[in-house]
């Protein structure tokens, strides 16, 4: 079955740093692109940015580059949102999905998605 | 970025009628590549991940039962759910894959009139 499991909730203070995870079984890891989603409570969903594992290669929304590092370690198929100074403002659901890939080799939408990682930072 | 925007907001509709969401983009996200548009559509349904409904503007994913269709091509999408039942009340996205950021809707909320 493939699947994306994400690391659990987590309740920071502002200014503490943080890292989640995103592990992905049951297909190629280093094949598919993994990207992160923003959800803020009772918001829309917002791009952040993807990885592609095999090489590392990221892309970031203008909107949260400089603020977040995506990162992926393919020796455990498992991808990394990472933040270094959190602000109350990225209280959040967090979800890691994987681009699907047609026959043709062309990449699509999210096919597979994470279970979400609820972060809540709060003084 | 491109701006991808839904309408309605929301809208109710009695169960087993229509329900017709629309999306539009700021430019194209016709893919040239494979002739394509870069266009799927999420539901989501309270305390749940997104589920991909369509992509390709119009390809159904597997198990997605075929009362969702997709249709549009340039700039203009549209998702139609064709006899509305129960379980569709949930908010719908669309999101351009075109080009980076990979932007979405504000979403459509749907509920049963």
Known sequence: EVQLVQSGAEVKKPGESLKISCKGSGYSFTSYWIGWVRQMPGKGLEWMGIIYPSDSDTRYSPSFQGQVTISADKSITTAYLQWSSLKASDTAMYYCARRGRGPGGYYYGMDVWGQGTTVTVSS | ?113
Do not use: H
Request: net charge neutral; with cysteine.
């Open chain 2, 1 to 113: 970025d491109i701006v991808m925007t839904q309408s309605p907001d929301s809208l109710a509709v009695s169960l087993g009628e229509r329900a017709t969401i629309n999306c539009k983009s700021s430019q194209s996200v016709l893919y040239s590549s494979n002739n394509k548009n870069s266009l799927a559509w999420y539901q989501q349904k309270p305390g749940q991940p997104p589920k991909l409904l369509i992509y390709w503007a119009s390809t159904r994913e597997s198990g997605v039962p075929d009362r969702f269709s997709g249709s549009g091509s340039g700039t203009d999408f549209t998702l139609t759910i064709s006899s509305l039942q129960a379980e569709d009340v949930a908010v719908y996205y669309c999101q351009q894959y075109y080009t980076t950021p990979q932007t979405f809707g504000q979403g459509t909320r749907l509920e049963i009139k």
